[in-house]
């Protein structure tokens, strides 16, 4: 089973800045993404990118956040600049994690805990 540990939530003012962070650990993974979910809404997409670091973003994040990864270490970022308060949510790190049996192996979901991110107006 994978592990995913998340880190780098907290509180900033709007305009400020943060990167977070996500390591798996006991599978490979495929590609990787960041999800989000604000107090009485739908757990949205934020970013995802492939193995091969192609991204693709929520046109709500777009020129404001990047997402990479590293794959010697298993573990993708999302650094998120110019913060909005409606960027205020629990952020959810997803993977496509490796299951082998036998000669058969597939990928499935695996979601992180979640890391509070909160923005001050």
């Known amino acids: 089973q994978v592990q995913l540990v998340e880190s780098g939530g907290g509180l900033v003012q709007a305009g400020g800045s943060l990167r977070l962070s996500c390591a798996a650990s006991g599978s490979r993974v495929n590609a990787m993404g960041w999800y989000r979910q604000a107090p009485g809404k739908q757990r949205e997409l934020v970013a995802t990118?492939?193995?091969?670091?192609?991204?693709n973003y929520a046109d709500s994040v777009k020129g404001r956040f990047t997402i990479s990864r590293d794959n010697a270490k298993n573990t993708v970022y999302l650094q998120m600049n110019g913060l909005k308060p409606e960027d205020t949510a629990v952020y959810y790190c997803n993977v496509d994690a490796l299951y082998t049996s036998g000669s058969m192996s597939w990928y499935s979901p695996s979601w992180g805990q979640g890391t509070q991110v909160t923005v001050s107006s």
């Open positions: 990118i492939t193995r091969g670091g192609i991204p």
